[in-house]
Each structure stands twice: as structure tokens, then as C-alpha cells.
Nanobody, 125 residues
Framework: QVQLAESGGGLVQAGGSLRLPCAASGGTLNMYTMGWFRQAPGKERDLVAATTFSGTDTYYLNSVKGRFTISRDNAKNTVLLQMNNLKPEDTAVYYC??????????????????WGQGTQVTVSS
């Protein structure tokens, strides 16, 4: 079973950038739609960005469009979330997730079945 591990979180000032890698072990990511979710205290977990297994289709939450970019590094079996121009409202625990089934071209929150442990992102004003 594939295990996902996020890293790269931390404390950053508003306007700054962070890059979150999600590394997989025990399997390959390049057959699966991958996503990044976030959950702030007292709020629901939201799908922030996702990319299909082919990398041709992507989804972004409206509030992060133009600031966040999801990408794949298949050689490293990693999915990346580049976050620029961070805002205090981006503060949350960020989770990497993988589709339950391979080779699907669906970008929706309910397709994901494997999750990482999460990494904290805190943006100060």
C-alpha cells in the first residue's frame, strides 16, 4: 500500500512562498490523480488543488488560483504544491491525497482514499 509523506510546511510572513513536496513509498504516483487538501481549525477539509494522472487537467480552489501550482515529478515519485503570495487565510494543515483508483480523469474531493499525515502551514500578517 502506498504511503504518502508531506513536508515543507512552516511559518512564513504574508506575501511569502512555500513549496510542499509529497513523497510516496510502496508504490508509484504516476497512475493516480493526486490532490492537496487543507484544514484550518474548526473548518472542513477543502480540496485546494488536484492533478489527473496524466497531468493534463488540474483543479484549483478559487481562492488560490494564480497563487498555487500543483505539479508532478514522476522521476522522484513526488507531487509538489508551490504556494506563492501566501495570505493569513492560507493557514492550515495541508494534506496530500491519492485517488482510490488509477487512470481516472476525475477531479473531485470524493475520489481520494489515501492520505498523508499533514504538514502545518502558518502565515503571519
Amino acid at each position: 500500500q502506498v504511503q504518502l509523506a508531506e513536508s515543507g510546511g512552516g511559518l512564513v510572513q504574508a506575501g511569502g512562498s512555500l513549496r510542499l513536496p509529497c513523497a510516496a513509498s510502496g508504490g508509484t504516483l504516476n497512475m493516480y490523480t493526486m490532490g492537496w487538501f487543507r484544514q484550518a481549525p474548526g473548518k472542513e477539509r477543502d480540496l485546494v488543488a488536484a492533478t489527473t494522472f496524466s497531468g493534463t487537467d488540474t483543479y484549483y480552489l478559487n481562492s488560490v488560483k494564480g497563487r498555487f501550482t500543483i505539479s508532478r515529478d514522476n522521476a522522484k515519485n513526488t507531487v509538489l504544491l508551490q504556494m506563492n503570495n501566501l495570505k493569513p487565510e492560507d493557514t492550515a494543515v495541508y494534506y496530500c491525497a491519492m485517488d482510490r483508483s488509477p487512470f481516472r480523469m476525475i477531479l473531485a474531493g470524493d475520489v481520494f482514499g489515501s492520505w498523508g499525515q499533514g504538514t502545518q502551514v502558518t502565515v503571519s500578517s
